[in-house]
Protein backbone atom coordinates (compact mmCIF):
# COMPACT_ATOMS: atom_id res chain seq x y z
CA UNK A 1 0.00 0.00 0.00
CA UNK A 2 1.73 3.18 -1.01
CA UNK A 3 1.34 6.49 1.83
CA UNK A 4 -1.61 8.14 -0.19
CA UNK A 5 -3.79 5.34 0.05
CA UNK A 6 -2.49 4.38 3.63
CA UNK A 7 -3.72 8.06 4.20
CA UNK A 8 -6.78 8.27 2.63
CA UNK A 9 -9.68 8.64 5.78
CA UNK A 10 -13.66 9.12 5.78
CA UNK A 11 -15.25 12.32 5.36
CA UNK A 12 -16.14 12.74 9.00
CA UNK A 13 -19.02 15.59 8.71
CA UNK A 14 -20.47 14.03 5.51
CA UNK A 15 -20.64 10.14 7.41
CA UNK A 16 -22.48 12.74 10.66
CA UNK A 17 -24.90 14.54 8.28
CA UNK A 18 -25.73 11.12 6.45
CA UNK A 19 -26.00 9.41 10.15
CA UNK A 20 -28.44 12.15 11.49
CA UNK A 21 -30.68 12.16 8.44
CA UNK A 22 -31.01 8.14 8.37
CA UNK A 23 -31.67 8.64 11.94
CA UNK A 24 -34.95 10.69 11.78
CA UNK A 25 -36.21 7.88 9.57
CA UNK A 26 -39.00 6.17 12.19
CA UNK A 27 -37.38 8.02 14.63
CA UNK A 28 -39.11 7.33 18.08
CA UNK A 29 -38.19 11.40 20.11
CA UNK A 30 -36.17 9.81 22.44
CA UNK A 31 -33.03 9.46 20.74
CA UNK A 32 -33.87 6.00 19.02
CA UNK A 33 -35.64 4.79 16.09
CA UNK A 34 -38.46 2.13 15.26
CA UNK A 35 -37.60 0.29 12.14
CA UNK A 36 -38.80 -3.15 12.00
CA UNK A 37 -38.23 -5.31 9.00
CA UNK A 38 -40.25 -4.74 5.89
CA UNK A 39 -42.61 -1.88 7.82
CA UNK A 40 -43.15 1.68 6.27
CA UNK A 41 -40.11 3.72 8.20
CA UNK A 42 -37.71 0.61 7.08
CA UNK A 43 -38.50 0.62 3.61
CA UNK A 44 -38.15 4.51 3.55
CA UNK A 45 -34.60 4.59 5.33
CA UNK A 46 -34.09 1.76 2.42
CA UNK A 47 -35.41 3.75 -0.63
CA UNK A 48 -33.49 6.79 1.34
CA UNK A 49 -29.75 4.38 1.37
CA UNK A 50 -30.34 3.77 -2.83
CA UNK A 51 -31.04 7.28 -3.08
CA UNK A 52 -27.86 8.24 -1.84
CA UNK A 53 -25.55 5.79 -3.25
CA UNK A 54 -26.88 6.97 -6.71
CA UNK A 55 -26.39 10.60 -5.77
CA UNK A 56 -22.89 9.53 -5.76
CA UNK A 57 -22.36 8.10 -9.01
CA UNK A 58 -22.79 4.14 -7.16
CA UNK A 59 -24.82 1.48 -9.39
CA UNK A 60 -27.58 0.27 -7.55
CA UNK A 61 -28.99 -2.89 -7.25
CA UNK A 62 -32.28 -5.27 -4.82
CA UNK A 63 -31.80 -8.98 -4.87
CA UNK A 64 -34.62 -11.13 -4.86
CA UNK A 65 -34.30 -10.74 -0.69
CA UNK A 66 -34.54 -7.40 -0.75
CA UNK A 67 -31.14 -6.90 0.64
CA UNK A 68 -30.31 -3.51 -1.19
CA UNK A 69 -26.69 -3.00 -2.68
CA UNK A 70 -24.81 0.40 -3.62
CA UNK A 71 -21.46 -0.63 -6.07
CA UNK A 72 -18.33 0.76 -6.85
CA UNK A 73 -17.16 -1.25 -10.08
CA UNK A 74 -13.42 -1.21 -10.48
CA UNK A 75 -13.45 -1.75 -14.18
CA UNK A 76 -11.65 -5.48 -14.48
CA UNK A 77 -14.23 -7.67 -15.88
CA UNK A 78 -15.15 -10.50 -13.99
CA UNK A 79 -13.58 -9.25 -10.81
CA UNK A 80 -15.50 -10.34 -7.39
CA UNK A 81 -17.11 -7.88 -4.95
CA UNK A 82 -16.01 -7.32 -1.53
CA UNK A 83 -19.04 -6.60 0.48
CA UNK A 84 -19.05 -4.23 3.35
CA UNK A 85 -22.08 -3.44 5.01
CA UNK A 86 -24.88 -4.49 8.28
CA UNK A 87 -28.81 -4.18 8.02
CA UNK A 88 -31.07 -0.76 8.40
CA UNK A 89 -33.41 -2.97 10.53
CA UNK A 90 -33.94 -1.94 14.14
CA UNK A 91 -35.82 -4.21 16.61
CA UNK A 92 -38.67 -2.31 17.80
CA UNK A 93 -38.25 0.66 19.26
CA UNK A 94 -34.08 0.03 19.14
CA UNK A 95 -31.23 2.24 19.21
CA UNK A 96 -30.21 4.51 15.99
CA UNK A 97 -26.03 3.20 15.18
CA UNK A 98 -27.22 -0.97 15.43
CA UNK A 99 -26.63 -1.58 12.04
CA UNK A 100 -26.95 1.84 10.66
CA UNK A 101 -23.22 2.97 11.19
CA UNK A 102 -21.84 -0.10 9.09
CA UNK A 103 -24.42 0.55 6.15
CA UNK A 104 -23.08 3.91 6.28
CA UNK A 105 -20.11 3.60 6.98
CA UNK A 106 -19.47 1.02 3.77
CA UNK A 107 -21.19 4.27 1.36
CA UNK A 108 -18.83 6.53 3.06
CA UNK A 109 -15.65 4.15 2.35
CA UNK A 110 -16.83 3.71 -1.10
CA UNK A 111 -17.33 7.37 -1.60
CA UNK A 112 -13.98 7.67 -0.57
CA UNK A 113 -12.77 5.58 -3.10
CA UNK A 114 -14.54 6.21 -6.15
CA UNK A 115 -13.08 10.74 -4.94
CA UNK A 116 -9.60 9.32 -5.01
CA UNK A 117 -9.68 7.46 -8.60
CA UNK A 118 -8.38 4.05 -6.61
CA UNK A 119 -7.65 1.63 -8.92
CA UNK A 120 -8.76 -2.09 -6.19
CA UNK A 121 -8.86 -5.41 -7.61
CA UNK A 122 -12.46 -5.89 -6.41
CA UNK A 123 -15.38 -4.35 -7.33
CA UNK A 124 -17.00 -2.67 -3.46
CA UNK A 125 -20.59 -3.07 -2.71
CA UNK A 126 -22.03 -1.48 0.06
CA UNK A 127 -24.62 -3.57 1.41
CA UNK A 128 -27.77 -3.44 3.76
CA UNK A 129 -29.23 -6.57 4.22
CA UNK A 130 -32.86 -7.68 5.22
CA UNK A 131 -34.28 -8.55 8.50
CA UNK A 132 -30.91 -9.29 10.52
CA UNK A 133 -33.09 -8.21 13.59
CA UNK A 134 -35.72 -11.09 13.09
CA UNK A 135 -38.54 -9.15 13.36
CA UNK A 136 -39.88 -11.78 10.93
CA UNK A 137 -36.85 -14.11 10.21
CA UNK A 138 -33.56 -13.36 11.54
CA UNK A 139 -30.46 -12.92 8.94
CA UNK A 140 -33.18 -13.40 6.13
CA UNK A 141 -30.88 -11.23 3.42
CA UNK A 142 -27.38 -12.96 4.68
CA UNK A 143 -29.05 -16.26 4.98
CA UNK A 144 -30.64 -15.81 1.24
CA UNK A 145 -27.15 -14.39 0.02
CA UNK A 146 -25.16 -17.69 1.24
CA UNK A 147 -27.66 -20.23 -0.20
CA UNK A 148 -28.40 -21.51 3.10
CA UNK A 149 -32.08 -20.53 3.77
CA UNK A 150 -34.70 -23.30 2.17
CA UNK A 151 -38.20 -23.08 1.40
CA UNK A 152 -39.09 -24.96 5.02
CA UNK A 153 -37.54 -21.95 6.85
CA UNK A 154 -39.12 -19.64 4.88
CA UNK A 155 -42.50 -21.68 5.73
CA UNK A 156 -42.38 -21.02 9.74
CA UNK A 157 -41.01 -17.09 9.98
CA UNK A 158 -41.31 -16.31 13.87
CA UNK A 159 -43.45 -13.13 12.88
CA UNK A 160 -46.15 -15.57 11.98
CA UNK A 161 -46.97 -16.88 7.69
CA UNK A 162 -49.60 -14.76 7.71
CA UNK A 163 -47.66 -11.42 8.90
CA UNK A 164 -44.78 -12.10 7.02
CA UNK A 165 -46.18 -12.68 3.76
CA UNK A 166 -47.94 -9.69 4.03
CA UNK A 167 -44.53 -7.71 4.86
CA UNK A 168 -43.21 -9.68 1.93
CA UNK A 169 -45.88 -8.40 -0.61
CA UNK A 170 -45.56 -5.08 0.51
CA UNK A 171 -41.66 -5.50 -0.34
CA UNK A 172 -42.73 -6.80 -3.56
CA UNK A 173 -40.76 -9.94 -2.16
CA UNK A 174 -41.67 -13.25 -2.62
CA UNK A 175 -40.68 -16.91 -1.18
CA UNK A 176 -39.24 -17.56 -4.70
CA UNK A 177 -37.35 -14.79 -5.24
CA UNK A 178 -35.83 -14.83 -1.97
CA UNK A 179 -34.38 -18.23 -2.64
CA UNK A 180 -33.46 -16.88 -5.79
CA UNK A 181 -30.62 -14.55 -4.18
CA UNK A 182 -28.43 -16.95 -3.60
CA UNK A 183 -25.03 -15.47 -5.00
CA UNK A 184 -21.84 -17.48 -6.29
CA UNK A 185 -18.98 -17.81 -3.25
CA UNK A 186 -16.04 -16.96 -6.41
CA UNK A 187 -18.26 -13.86 -7.31
CA UNK A 188 -17.25 -12.26 -3.43
CA UNK A 189 -14.07 -11.90 -2.37
CA UNK A 190 -14.92 -11.36 1.25
CA UNK A 191 -17.52 -9.73 3.72
CA UNK A 192 -16.32 -6.93 6.29
CA UNK A 193 -18.70 -5.59 8.75
CA UNK A 194 -18.48 -2.64 11.16
CA UNK A 195 -20.53 -3.08 13.96
CA UNK A 196 -21.45 -1.33 17.47
CA UNK A 197 -20.39 -3.63 20.42
CA UNK A 198 -23.58 -3.81 22.31
CA UNK A 199 -21.32 -4.99 25.29
CA UNK A 200 -18.63 -3.40 27.95
CA UNK A 201 -15.99 -5.22 26.47
CA UNK A 202 -13.97 -2.64 24.65
CA UNK A 203 -15.17 -0.11 27.71
CA UNK A 204 -13.26 -2.10 30.46
CA UNK A 205 -10.52 -2.56 28.51
CA UNK A 206 -10.02 0.99 27.14
CA UNK A 207 -9.84 -0.19 23.46
CA UNK A 208 -11.27 1.78 20.39
CA UNK A 209 -11.59 -0.96 18.11
CA UNK A 210 -12.40 -4.64 18.48
CA UNK A 211 -11.39 -7.03 15.98
CA UNK A 212 -13.97 -9.83 16.36
CA UNK A 213 -12.57 -13.25 16.38
CA UNK A 214 -15.93 -15.26 16.24
CA UNK A 215 -19.71 -15.07 16.44
CA UNK A 216 -21.96 -17.08 18.73
CA UNK A 217 -24.58 -19.41 17.86
CA UNK A 218 -28.16 -19.24 18.51
CA UNK A 219 -31.03 -20.67 18.44
CA UNK A 220 -34.84 -20.00 19.19
CA UNK A 221 -38.34 -21.81 20.06
CA UNK A 222 -41.66 -21.68 20.40
CA UNK A 223 -42.80 -23.26 23.45
CA UNK A 224 -46.59 -23.59 24.65
CA UNK A 225 -47.93 -24.91 27.65
CA UNK A 226 -51.68 -26.03 27.75
CA UNK A 227 -53.32 -26.62 30.53
CA UNK A 228 -57.59 -25.59 30.95
CA UNK A 229 -59.05 -22.65 31.03
CA UNK A 230 -61.20 -22.23 34.18
CA UNK A 231 -63.27 -19.79 35.91
CA UNK A 232 -60.72 -17.85 38.38
CA UNK A 233 -62.78 -17.72 41.62
CA UNK A 234 -64.56 -21.27 41.89
CA UNK A 235 -61.74 -23.86 40.82
CA UNK A 236 -59.69 -24.32 44.10
CA UNK A 237 -55.75 -23.20 43.93
CA UNK A 238 -55.11 -27.61 43.66
CA UNK A 239 -57.74 -28.27 40.83
CA UNK A 240 -56.26 -25.73 38.28
CA UNK A 241 -54.30 -26.50 35.18
CA UNK A 242 -52.81 -23.11 35.11
CA UNK A 243 -50.77 -23.16 31.70
CA UNK A 244 -48.89 -19.62 33.04
CA UNK A 245 -47.40 -21.70 36.12
CA UNK A 246 -45.36 -23.80 33.10
CA UNK A 247 -43.75 -20.62 32.03
CA UNK A 248 -42.56 -19.21 34.75
CA UNK A 249 -41.70 -22.25 36.11
CA UNK A 250 -39.52 -22.47 32.68
CA UNK A 251 -38.10 -19.28 33.39
CA UNK A 252 -36.49 -19.85 36.52
CA UNK A 253 -35.39 -23.00 35.72
CA UNK A 254 -33.69 -22.10 32.63
CA UNK A 255 -31.92 -19.18 34.19
CA UNK A 256 -30.34 -21.35 36.88
CA UNK A 257 -29.95 -24.15 34.84
CA UNK A 258 -27.63 -22.30 31.91
CA UNK A 259 -25.78 -20.23 34.62
CA UNK A 260 -24.16 -23.34 36.68
CA UNK A 261 -23.95 -25.75 33.70
CA UNK A 262 -23.56 -23.77 30.63
CA UNK A 263 -21.80 -20.68 31.87
CA UNK A 264 -20.42 -19.33 28.70
CA UNK A 265 -23.93 -20.00 26.91
CA UNK A 266 -27.02 -17.79 28.00
CA UNK A 267 -31.01 -17.77 27.75
CA UNK A 268 -34.05 -15.52 27.22
CA UNK A 269 -37.48 -15.69 27.26
CA UNK A 270 -39.03 -12.11 25.63
CA UNK A 271 -41.80 -13.09 24.83
CA UNK A 272 -44.91 -14.22 26.54
CA UNK A 273 -48.64 -14.29 26.22
CA UNK A 274 -51.52 -16.08 28.27
CA UNK A 275 -54.57 -16.96 26.24
CA UNK A 276 -57.20 -16.58 26.68
CA UNK A 277 -55.44 -13.24 28.57
CA UNK A 278 -58.54 -12.47 31.15
CA UNK A 279 -57.99 -11.51 34.83
CA UNK A 280 -60.57 -14.25 35.62
CA UNK A 281 -59.87 -16.52 33.51
CA UNK A 282 -57.25 -19.13 34.32
CA UNK A 283 -54.65 -19.41 31.39
CA UNK A 284 -55.04 -22.10 29.20
CA UNK A 285 -51.98 -21.94 27.47
CA UNK A 286 -49.00 -19.89 27.74
CA UNK A 287 -46.20 -19.25 24.56
CA UNK A 288 -43.19 -18.11 24.92
CA UNK A 289 -40.49 -17.92 22.75
CA UNK A 290 -36.60 -19.07 23.98
CA UNK A 291 -33.67 -17.86 22.37
CA UNK A 292 -30.34 -19.19 23.73
CA UNK A 293 -26.68 -18.79 22.36
CA UNK A 294 -23.94 -20.84 22.95
CA UNK A 295 -19.90 -20.26 21.97
CA UNK A 296 -19.44 -23.12 20.15
CA UNK A 297 -21.63 -25.52 18.54
CA UNK A 298 -21.69 -28.72 20.79
CA UNK A 299 -22.63 -26.46 23.55
CA UNK A 300 -25.55 -25.20 21.21
CA UNK A 301 -26.55 -28.80 20.44
CA UNK A 302 -26.99 -29.77 24.25
CA UNK A 303 -28.46 -26.68 25.59
CA UNK A 304 -31.04 -26.93 22.86
CA UNK A 305 -31.25 -30.67 24.33
CA UNK A 306 -31.26 -30.28 28.42
CA UNK A 307 -33.61 -26.65 27.61
CA UNK A 308 -35.96 -29.15 25.70
CA UNK A 309 -36.08 -31.82 28.60
CA UNK A 310 -36.41 -28.75 31.08
CA UNK A 311 -39.75 -27.55 29.13
CA UNK A 312 -40.84 -31.13 29.66
CA UNK A 313 -40.37 -31.79 33.43
CA UNK A 314 -41.96 -28.31 34.31
CA UNK A 315 -44.89 -29.64 32.52
CA UNK A 316 -45.38 -32.79 33.94
CA UNK A 317 -44.71 -31.55 37.38
CA UNK A 318 -47.84 -29.31 37.08
CA UNK A 319 -49.86 -32.16 34.71
CA UNK A 320 -49.40 -29.48 31.85
CA UNK A 321 -48.89 -30.43 28.03
CA UNK A 322 -45.94 -28.76 26.06
CA UNK A 323 -44.97 -27.93 22.94
CA UNK A 324 -41.65 -27.07 21.26
CA UNK A 325 -41.41 -25.81 18.28
CA UNK A 326 -37.77 -24.42 16.19
CA UNK A 327 -38.16 -20.99 14.89
CA UNK A 328 -34.75 -20.57 13.06
CA UNK A 329 -31.46 -20.15 14.51
CA UNK A 330 -27.79 -20.05 13.90
CA UNK A 331 -24.11 -21.98 13.76
CA UNK A 332 -21.61 -19.97 15.89
CA UNK A 333 -18.65 -19.73 13.83
CA UNK A 334 -15.07 -18.20 13.67
CA UNK A 335 -14.31 -15.10 11.56
CA UNK A 336 -11.64 -15.20 8.65
CA UNK A 337 -8.06 -14.74 10.17
CA UNK A 338 -7.00 -12.67 6.64
CA UNK A 339 -9.31 -10.76 7.59
CA UNK A 340 -9.13 -10.49 10.79
CA UNK A 341 -5.49 -9.81 10.10
CA UNK A 342 -6.73 -6.95 7.42
CA UNK A 343 -8.99 -5.44 10.35
CA UNK A 344 -6.28 -5.27 12.98
CA UNK A 345 -3.74 -4.17 10.06
CA UNK A 346 -6.26 -0.98 9.74
CA UNK A 347 -6.08 -0.16 13.13
CA UNK A 348 -2.42 -0.22 13.78
CA UNK A 349 -2.06 2.42 10.46
CA UNK A 350 -4.26 4.47 11.82
CA UNK A 351 -3.08 4.48 15.61
CA UNK A 352 -5.74 3.22 17.33
CA UNK A 353 -5.69 0.54 20.71
CA UNK A 354 -7.05 -2.51 19.60
CA UNK A 355 -8.45 -5.99 21.46
CA UNK A 356 -9.51 -9.01 20.10
CA UNK A 357 -12.79 -10.34 21.09
CA UNK A 358 -15.62 -12.81 20.47
CA UNK A 359 -19.05 -11.35 20.12
CA UNK A 360 -22.18 -12.54 21.88
CA UNK A 361 -24.34 -11.19 19.41
CA UNK A 362 -25.07 -12.69 16.02
CA UNK A 363 -24.08 -10.41 13.25
CA UNK A 364 -24.92 -10.85 9.10
CA UNK A 365 -20.79 -11.40 9.09
CA UNK A 366 -21.92 -14.97 10.89
CA UNK A 367 -23.79 -15.55 7.69
CA UNK A 368 -21.58 -14.42 5.28
CA UNK A 369 -19.08 -17.06 6.46
CA UNK A 370 -20.36 -19.77 5.12
CA UNK A 371 -19.35 -18.30 1.78
CA UNK A 372 -16.65 -16.00 2.18
CA UNK A 373 -13.99 -14.63 3.93
CA UNK A 374 -16.08 -12.52 6.64
CA UNK A 375 -14.51 -10.27 9.35
CA UNK A 376 -15.94 -7.72 11.37
CA UNK A 377 -14.69 -4.72 14.49
CA UNK A 378 -16.83 -3.15 16.77
CA UNK A 379 -16.22 0.40 18.09
CA UNK A 380 -17.46 0.78 22.02
CA UNK A 381 -21.55 0.92 23.36
CA UNK A 382 -21.60 3.89 26.01
CA UNK A 383 -22.61 1.91 28.82
CA UNK A 384 -22.97 -1.49 26.99
CA UNK A 385 -26.64 0.02 26.25
CA UNK A 386 -28.06 -1.39 23.04
CA UNK A 387 -31.80 -2.17 21.33
CA UNK A 388 -32.90 0.64 23.39
CA UNK A 389 -33.20 4.38 22.79
CA UNK A 390 -29.99 4.53 25.13
CA UNK A 391 -27.72 3.09 22.73
CA UNK A 392 -24.77 5.71 22.16
CA UNK A 393 -21.62 5.43 20.56
CA UNK A 394 -19.37 8.54 21.03
CA UNK A 395 -18.84 10.16 17.46
CA UNK A 396 -15.30 9.80 17.63
CA UNK A 397 -15.39 6.38 17.97
CA UNK A 398 -17.78 6.23 15.36
CA UNK A 399 -15.65 7.69 13.07
CA UNK A 400 -12.59 5.57 13.84
CA UNK A 401 -14.25 2.28 13.03
CA UNK A 402 -15.48 4.04 9.79
CA UNK A 403 -11.59 4.63 9.33
CA UNK A 404 -10.57 0.95 9.60
CA UNK A 405 -13.31 -0.30 7.50
CA UNK A 406 -12.06 1.76 4.48
CA UNK A 407 -8.73 1.23 5.24
CA UNK A 408 -9.27 -2.41 5.32
CA UNK A 409 -11.08 -2.24 2.11
CA UNK A 410 -8.42 -0.71 0.17
CA UNK A 411 -6.22 -2.93 1.87
CA UNK A 412 -8.10 -6.21 0.26
CA UNK A 413 -7.96 -9.19 2.19
ZN1 LIG B 1 -27.05 -5.07 14.42
Known amino acids: MNDTTAALRVDAERLRARFDALAAIGAT ?16 ARQWFLDEGRAIGLDTHVDGAGNHSATLACGQAGAPALLLGSHLDSVRHG ?46 GSLAVTGALTADELGRPGSGVEVFQAALAGAELTDTSILSAARDPKTIAGYLELHIEQGNRLNAAVADIGVVTGIVGLR ?14 TISMTDRLDAGQGAAGLMLAARGMVMTAFPDSVVNIGVIAFEPGAMNVVPERACLTLEFRAPVAEDLERLGVVLKSLVRAEAKSRNLE ?14 DQRAQGALAGAATRIGLKQI ?17 PAGMIFVPSAGGFSHS ?11 NGANVLLQAAVGGL
Not at 114 to 133: M, P, Q, S, V
Not at 358 to 369: E, F, I, V
Not at 389 to 399: K, L, M, S
Open 356 to 372: AMPSGAGHDAQAMARIC
Open 29 to 44: GDGGVHRPALGQDHLR
Open 322 to 335: AEVEEVDGIQPVQL
Open 389 to 399: AREFTEWDDCV
Open 95 to 140: GRFDGALGVLAALEALQVVKEAGLELDTNLEAIDFTDEEGTHLGFL
Open 220 to 233: RQKVTYIGRADHAG
